[in-house]
T-cell receptor
Framework: GIQVEQSPPDLILQEGANSTLRCNFS?????LQWFHQNPWGQLINLFYIPSGTKQNGRLSATTVATERYSLLYISSSQTTDSGVYFC???????????FGTGTRLTIIP | GAVVSQHPSWVICKSGTSVKIECRSLDFQATTMFWYRQFPKQSLMLMATSNEGSKATYEQGVEKDKFLINHASLTLSTLTVTSAHPEDSSFYIC?????????????FGEGSRLTVL
């Protein structure tokens, strides 16, 4: 099956800092989503981004499908940004969403 | 966006009992829903694909007789953990996609945390 690796696995930052989270995948994909899992476990949809760049407030994402990676940018971090960030992909010809390994982000006041 | 609701959020049961978890798409129809399991500090692992009106498709290593899935309508799928044991304790989360969007955006329920004593 498709492999989805995220880096870094853990990230600790001061409030106000910027960060870049990376998602690498091993095969072509039809769909890529970024999620934030809050402390209660709920998955919050951040971006549906199979290709290109999108922005939503302090967050933006870029997917370069031909090079099999996606980046999530968080600017001016806030403590509420803490949690685990997952990317997940749907491989070409499939409809199942495969999750990456996750990045645990901790924002310190 | 679209709303997926899961119930119950928390459940504690005795070993040997069965537990049913419901997953509903509130404002859209979903021919296909997906059930995931997440152990502490790990990623989400797909357990099975739930298909409306037909049998579920299980991932390798997932016991279909242990995790019964029923998708009786276009807005409801249920997962029943039968004869639960402590090793079944986990966070179960469902997801759904709008009918017809085979690779479109997936929306997730709030999750159900199961503790088997």
């Amino acid at each position: 099956g498709i492999q989805v690796e995220q880096s870094p696995p853990d990230l600790i930052l001061q409030e106000g800092a910027n960060s870049t989270l990376r998602c690498n995948f091993s095969d072509s994909v039809n769909n890529l989503q970024w999620f934030h899992q809050n402390p209660w476990g709920q998955l919050i949809n951040l971006f549906y981004i199979p290709s290109g760049t999108k922005q939503n407030g302090r967050l933006s994402a870029t997917t370069v499908a031909t090079e099999r990676y996606s980046l999530l940018y968080i600017s001016s971090s806030q403590t509420t940004d803490s949690g685990v960030y997952f990317c997940a992909v749907v491989r070409g010809g499939n409809e199942k969403l495969t999750f990456g390994t996750g990045t645990r982000l901790t924002i310190i006041p | 966006g679209a709303v997926v609701s899961q119930h119950p959020s928390w459940v504690i049961c005795k070993s040997g009992t069965s537990v049913k978890i419901e997953c509903r798409s509130l404002d859209f129809q979903a021919t296909t829903m997906f059930w995931y399991r997440q152990f502490p500090k790990q990623s989400l692992m797909l357990m099975a694909t739930s298909n409306e009106g037909s049998k579920a498709t299980y991932e390798q290593g997932v016991e279909k007789d242990k995790f019964l899935i029923n998708h009786a309508s276009l807005t409801l799928s249920t997962l029943t953990v039968t004869s639960a044991h402590p090793e079944d304790s986990s966070f179960y989360i469902c997801s759904a996609r709008r009918t017809g969007e085979n690779t479109g955006e997936l929306f997730f329920g709030e999750g159900s945390r199961l503790t088997v004593l």
